[in-house]
């Protein structure tokens, strides 16, 4: 039984917490409410929100110019939302709360609605201003504050593009300079004006000198600056729409589009009316409590104003979030409740491509100092505070940190252009301790030494945005196994909103994996000290076409390799200079399913993938699918990328099932094996839609034909869409296109998987013609600058200045590689043949397709089932075969095969043998031969001889095609698994003077009782179905019929 503490309340017993407003405020309160509730489930929330989106991040609000996708702002996916236990958290979107009943503690919404609650928490959060001057309701006046201002303004915007009209922001100030630089993204001004009051923008975050210094910085980047003017009035058109601003001194600056930052005013127009009292400046007055003039009645963000002040930052918001769910839930139980103080208004962002931050007490020495060592503040001790600037109008850099007058104590400051120390300035300032080092050393920094994340304490906030602590962080790579900075990001929120604690999260993660003993390199593996885009760079220059020349001169000269250089090295080589993967010198170093053309699958069979180019097909060649997959018994599934999948193909019939596919339906590998291009998806386009603006299906096709084949780092999938209802989802793929009336805008980096990222657009409205230029650009510069598996997705997240960077290095040629780029694909293409055909021609090649070498038997390494008309293995056990050392009775050397059936593949060779019942596995590397069991215990798969061999430590050790698991096959621990606690059996094996290769085994008797087939494959029935209790349900409900079939599937 749960302690008291721990017991959960009666659900009649639990009281509602009703959250008005669904903000980034609201959902972090309701995001700590739960998890400090989770326990004692004291309460069940309601939150009602207006907008009609679940929480988004508006801190990333400009992001959605280019995505145009408000899910990939969302805060927590939908489905976060039902995921919750039941009754614990509700929701209700686009519904406005019009009216607080506090006597009996009801809300009403705009529909009439009446929701009950026991507490009720107001966060309402603030609307734009918009000044009432003349012309401020004019048509093309916009305010930048939510995703339907965003849209709207996206809406308007389109019509202008081309038209030589220009744009004006006004407000120089954070939101200001964020307008601008979403007005820019459109591209639909000739010109964007910014208008500030101040004599200089940002004049929240930074002194004249910084502010200055980024005006100069904006107005490089094509943005005009007009600062230190009032605006008196916006003039417009006959027919009511605007056509500029006006200044007080008369002068007037042309627009077409006016889009008002200037600020925010808290939304207390509920609080006001329900008779709550709000500061005649704005703001639901609260308590340190945070608690409103009424019971029971709390405001937090910016809809609160707390000691005459409303925050228009975030980060203060949460604050106020973390207080009062602290004090519903904790407080009452264990100890006393927290108070509000003043809160950080430290900000760091990236505007206009400018790092700009502020943090602690950044106008210390204007206003005086909040905090003095001797308990004092105020405006007449600002006589105590000394500033420390530095100014570099060559890197455009400016740091102004402010210390007591002693140097002693850091009180704040401000940085522009470079702000790597922010999250470690900051630190020091709120922790109002002695510095350990002179105040020269924090802007300039310790000569020889490196700053990094050692020297912050576990409670330092990392990430402002979502109030993260560095001992948040180092606790989740400890405690849930974070082994990437994404499964950190995952994990604790931590620069998953505007992503400037990034690169100090990575120093953070790498540092505590270190500290853990994991090896954080980018190198390839052990036996190379370089990354896999270096090596393919040096065998790019130096011409390097073999595996021992590539290991000779960037890794250890002479070693074997191992599972993962191998598939790496074999790729980059296919990637440079194509030719059959399959030749002698290369097939040693392919993965499996590279190894045999086709996808291995757990019962060591295969499947079979033809090539159908961007989704269509033809009646004949269906038929011809039909008739293969008919013949030889193949289990078919649609794929996800509009093909056929033919599964259960065993290794020997592989060469007739392509021969058969080629010479009657004239179909080509699909590569569905390879880390190359897959698919490229298409919707049907103008061939047949009403809807459609570009033929997807011709330019699909065009394009699969010219990439087919190419190795990459990882696979590639692309996608093309006829319009922007985007049927084929070309916005998650690693490249995209959507069609419009001039072209096709192309999308890059985007994929699904256990980690899925929407792409971003490369370029827009690219004619026909041009389309192909700039896949192949983007395409070769991913293949020789990825890292080993790293698909398009986090190769452009990882490089230097993200997607802005690839946009100057394909589409403005920064790096004069472009017509390289472009000339080696087009050798790449140009030699392109069919793996498939070529193989089935090569008599050599055709003898690496059997299951034995010494035997021409069938033998299943699972027993099939039949499921909705369909064969396909029995289920997997969930434990490992757990196999004791066998003591055998009576050793005796016995022939096993002709040495000639082993290929002297200098990377090693695997081959399948069958004694009486039993599989076993032999290797032989560099003329000697090693023997093993087939079967891998960890799922109980015949599957050993087709894995790699590698070595490395003195050891040598075959890994497992299925999951990578390595038996070594020398010296004491021969047969011991290194990844997990298993092992196998091991014999001794040589070549003897007769050319055949002898084994020391027992007799076949006690070999099959031991490792026989029979014995160990996975039965039918062993392993019950996951839908089991399912499917008893299913067929217990009033109306269904459903039939069960022996197979524990279910026939609807």
């Avoid at 395409?779 to 598996?789: G, N, P, S, V």
Wanted: with cysteine; aromatic share 8%.
């Amino acid at each position: 039984m749960p302690n008291g503490d721990e017991a959960q309340c009666e659900p009649r017993n639990r009281k509602k917490v009703v959250v008005v407003g669904l903000g980034m405020v609201g959902i972090w309160f309701i995001e700590k409410l739960l998890k400090l509730d989770s326990k004692r489930r004291e309460y069940d929330i309601v939150v009602i929100g207006e907008e009609n989106h679940l929480a988004y991040n508006r801190v990333g609000l400009s992001s959605y110019f280019q995505h145009r996708d408000v899910e990939r702002l969302y805060m927590n996916p939908a489905e976060w939302y039902t995921s919750m236990p039941i009754g614990s958290l509700s929701y209700h979107i686009n519904a406005l709360v019009t009216a607080i009943d506090s006597e009996n503690k009801l809300v009403t919404t705009a529909k009439g609605d009446k929701v009950s609650y026991d507490e009720l928490v107001l966060a309402t959060g603030s609307t734009a201003i918009l000044p009432r001057m003349p012309g401020y309701d004019a048509t093309g006046v916009f305010v930048y504050r939510t995703i339907d201002d965003l849209q709207n303004l996206i809406s308007f915007s389109a019509a202008k593009k081309g038209t030589g009209q220009h744009g004006v922001v006004i407000g120089g100030g954070l939101l200001g300079l964020e307008a601008a630089k979403a007005m820019l993204d459109l591209e639909a001004y000739d010109k964007i004006t910014v208008i500030e009051a101040m004599p200089y923008v940002l004049g929240r975050q930074l002194d004249k000198d910084a502010g200055m210094m980024v005006a100069e910085q904006v107005k490089g980047l094509g943005v005009e600056v007009v600062l230190g003017k009032m605006v008196a009035k916006l003039t417009t058109a006959e027919d009511g729409s605007v056509t500029g601003v006006e200044f007080k001194d008369g002068s007037i600056v042309e627009g077409a589009c006016v889009c008002f930052a200037i600020g925010v005013r808290a939304r207390d127009d509920l609080a006001k009316n329900s008779g709550l009292q709000c500061h005649e400046r704005g703001g639901i007055l609260v308590g340190d409590d945070l608690q409103t003039t009424a019971k029971d009645v709390y405001a937090i963000g910016e809809c609160a104003n707390w000691k005459n002040m409303c925050y228009g930052l975030v980060g203060p918001g949460y604050e106020m979030a973390d207080l009062l769910a602290f004090n519903l839930t904790e407080a009452r139980t264990h100890g006393q409740p927290r108070t509000f103080t003043d809160p950080d208004m430290s900000t760091k962002l990236k505007l206009l491509g400018v790092d700009v931050a502020s943090f602690g007490d950044p106008f210390a020495d204007v206003f005086g100092p909040k905090w003095l060592p001797d308990g004092t503040s105020g405006p007449d001790r600002k006589d105590q505070v000394q500033a420390l600037t530095y100014k570099d109008p060559f890197g455009n850099v400016y740091k102004k940190y402010l210390f007591t007058l002693d140097g002693k104590y850091l009180l704040g400051g401000m940085m522009m252009g470079d702000a790597a120390d922010y999250v470690k300035l900051l630190a020091m300032s709120k922790r109002h301790k002695q510095l350990e080092v002179a105040p020269g050393e924090l802007i300039v920094g310790k000569s020889g030494g490196e700053d990094g994340a050692d020297d912050l304490d576990d409670d330092t906030q990392i990430c402002s945005c979502n109030n993260v602590t560095k001992g948040d962080i180092t606790t989740a790579i400890k405690e849930n196994s974070c082994k990437s900075v994404g499964d950190v990001k995952s994990c604790t929120k931590a620069g998953t909103s505007c992503g400037g604690c990034l690169p100090l999260v990575q120093k953070i993660f790498t540092k505590a994996m270190m500290d853990s003993g994991e090896e954080v390199q980018n190198y390839l593996c052990p036996h190379f000290r370089h990354s896999r885009a270096d090596i393919f760079h040096i065998a790019m220059v130096k011409k390097l076409e073999s595996f021992e020349t590539i290991m000779a001169e960037c890794g250890t000269p002479g070693s074997l390799g191992c599972e993962v250089c191998k598939p790496a090295i074999g790729s980059i080589v296919a990637s440079l200079f194509n030719g059959h993967i399959l030749d002698p010198a290369r097939r040693g170093l392919q993965d499996t399913n590279d190894k045999f053309l086709a996808n291995i699958q757990r019962n060591g069979t295969f499947s079979v993938v033809p090539r159908v180019p961007g989704g269509e097909i033809t009646p004949k060649k269906l038929a011809v699918i039909a008739s293969v997959a008919e013949k030889y018994n193949l289990y078919c599934k649609i794929t996800g990328g509009q093909r056929i999948d033919m599964f259960g193909a065993r290794k020997q019939d592989l060469l007739a099932i392509w021969t058969e596919l080629s010479e009657k339906g004239g179909m080509e590998s699909g590569h569905a094996y390879a880390k190359a291009l897959r698919t490229v998806k298409s919707c049907v386009g103008t061939t047949w839609c009403r809807f459609g603006v570009g033929d997807s299906v011709g330019m699909a096709i065009r394009i699969e034909e010219r990439y087919k084949s190419i190795r990459a780092p990882h696979k590639i999938k692309g996608a093309v869409s006829g319009c922007v209802r985007e049927c084929a989802e070309a916005q998650n793929k690693d490249f995209g296109l959507i069609a419009t009336e001039k072209g096709y805008t192309i999308f890059v980096g985007g994929n699904g998987g256990a980690t899925p990222r929407h792409s971003e657009i490369l370029a827009s409205d690219v004619p026909v013609n041009d389309v192909l230029p700039i896949l192949d650009r983007y395409l070769l510069f991913y293949i020789r600058t990825a890292d080993r598996l790293q698909r398009t997705a986090r190769w452009i997240e990882a490089l230097p200045g993200g997607i802005q960077y690839l946009r100057e290095v394909v589409l403005k040629d920064k790096l004069g590689i472009c017509a390289e780029l472009e000339r080696q694909m087009e050798e790449l293409v140009s030699s392109f043949f069919c793996e498939w055909t070529e193989t089935v021609k090569n008599p050599e090649r055709r003898k690496q397709f059997q299951q034995f070498i010494n035997v021409g038997d069938a033998v299943d390494g699972i027993e099939p089932m039949t499921e909705r008309g369909q064969q396909r293995p029995s289920n997997w056990p969930k434990e490992a075969a757990k196999i004791d050392p066998v003591a055998w009775t009576n050793l005796s050397w016995q022939p096993l095969v002709e040495a000639s059936k082993f290929s002297d593949l200098e990377t090693g060779d695997g081959q399948q043998i069958k004694r009486g019942g039993t599989q076993l596995a032999v290797f032989k590397v560099r003329g000697k031969y090693y023997c093993t069991q087939q079967m891998c215990p960890h799922k109980r798969a015949f599957v050993l001889s087709d894995g790699l061999i590698g070595e490395g430590d003195d050891k040598l050790w075959v890994s497992c095609p299925l999951h990578k698991r390595n038996f070594e096959l020398t010296g004491q621990n021969s047969g011991k698994c290194g990844n997990d606690d298993m092992s196998i059996s091991t014999f001794e094996v040589e070549e003897r003077e007769d050319g055949w290769v002898y084994a020391l085994l027992p007799s076949v008797e006690e070999l099959d009782n031991a490792l026989g087939t029979e014995k160990w494959k996975v039965k039918n029935g062993e392993t019950p179905s996951q839908f089991e209790e399912l499917d008893d349900r299913l067929t217990k409900r009033a109306g269904r019929k459903g039939v069960v079939k022996g197979n524990n599937g279910l026939d609807w």
